[in-house]
């Protein structure tokens, strides 16, 4: 798994992220097929050849932690985990469970990966 310092280093990995896909809407593309209305969406699954890479923030314990997650019909997995920025814990994790990138903590990852 890597870290924030090597992700720095992906270029191909960091292209791919799906900046506006949260766990939210991954489970319902990926999971709940029958969910969604099919090719209206931003994203369409077509097969389990597709996937989409995605950030999201893990509030479940301290520390708090964002993983870059590539998660297609069959599996969802952790390719990079590094702490989320204590500035940011009040805001994002008030409530224990898994969220998306908020605006901040987006415009901060962003910049630390040259996006």
Not at 7 to 19: A, C, G, H, R, T
Not at 33 to 61: A, H, L, M, P, Q
Not at 95 to 105: A, F, I, S, T
């Amino acid at each position: 798994m890597l870290s924030l310092e090597e992700l720095k280093n992906e270029d191909d990995l960091i292209n791919e992220v799906s900046w506006d896909l949260g766990p939210e809407e991954a489970v319902k593309l990926y999971l709940e097929w029958g969910n969604t209305d099919w090719g209206s969406g931003k994203y369409t699954i077509r097969s389990k050849e597709d996937y989409s890479t995605y950030f999201v923030v893990n509030c479940w314990r301290k520390p708090y932690y964002i993983y870059l997650i590539r998660r297609n019909s069959e599996e969802a997995v952790e390719l990079a985990r590094f702490e989320l920025p204590p500035q940011y814990e009040k805001d994002v994790c008030e409530l224990k469970g898994v969220y998306g990138l908020e605006d901040d903590v987006k415009t901060w990852l962003k910049s630390e990966l040259g996006v």
